[in-house]
């Protein structure tokens, strides 16, 4: 004990940005409960407990409906829940809903499904631990957990977070791309009526050879030198 007094000691003179991190431990031992809130706190991160796996999820927001098909994928959350959990520490081995029970609720919500959750057990049974890991589960720490356990919290939760920083800024730029779209005006076709086309004027050049050449068909039906018939010798005029 003296040397876990020593080490929550060190780390509560290191604090840093974990505080902006909030942590939701579920364990049926109050023993386990208390320590586990202890150690997360002296690693400045914000702790809410709870001693079931349906408390947890009525604080994360979801319902659970008894009488629903088991089969068919748990419910999404509502809107009750005010502060944002960055990650789910739970025991495994409890009665009722086992932490492996609420694993799989956390991943089968479409909204809560990025949350990292951690399985802690007293047990060290390989297949527990596979099953776990295989179902979505970021750690499986043995109990009981320490403050070196703790230190690879941060990364997972900090994935998530840029994750859906990213998701949040794609979703904002989706919205405005749509409300632009919304906002240009609609080009209507125009009613007024289009002005008659005229025939363009002719260059003056053209004109010019145009007018010539009446000219020359006249001057040619009037020349002198045409045959003129005569009737008995005597000339007659056309």
């Known amino acids: 004990m ?8 060190a780390m509560a ?3 840093d940005s974990r505080s902006q ?6 364990d049926d031992s109050l023993i386990d409960r208390k320590l586990i809130e202890r150690l997360l706190k002296t690693s400045s991160y914000q702790v809410t407990t709870v001693d079931s796996g349906s408390k947890a999820l009525k604080f994360l927001g979801l319902q659970e409906d008894e009488q629903s098909n088991p089969d068919t994928p748990f419910g999404s959350p509502n809107n009750h829940q005010e502060v944002e959990v960055n990650l789910i520490i739970t025991d495994y081995c409890m009665p009722g809903m086992t932490g492996y029970d609420l694993l799989k609720k956390v991943k089968e919500s479409s909204s809560l499904r990025n949350i990292p959750v951690v399985i802690m057990s007293s047990e060290n049974v390989p297949s527990r631990i596979t099953r776990c890991l295989e179902e979505g589960a970021e750690e499986f720490f043995l109990k009981p957990v320490r403050l070196s356990d703790l230190n690879r919290l941060k990364p997972h939760m900090m994935k998530t977070k840029i994750k859906n920083q990213k998701q949040e800024e794609q979703e904002l730029e989706i919205s405005e791309i749509q409300s632009d779209e919304q906002q240009q005006p609609v080009q209507l076709p125009s009613s007024q009526p289009q002005p008659e086309s005229q025939p363009q004027p002719q260059p003056p050049a053209l004109l010019l050879q145009h007018n010539n050449n009446k000219r020359k068909a006249l001057e040619e039906g009037l020349s002198p030198d045409r045959t003129r018939p005569r009737y008995n010798g005597i000339p007659t005029m056309v």
């Open 2 to 9: 003296v040397i876990l007094d020593l080490e929550l000691d």
């Open 13 to 15: 003179i290191t604090g």
């Open 21 to 26: 991190f909030h942590v939701l431990a579920v």
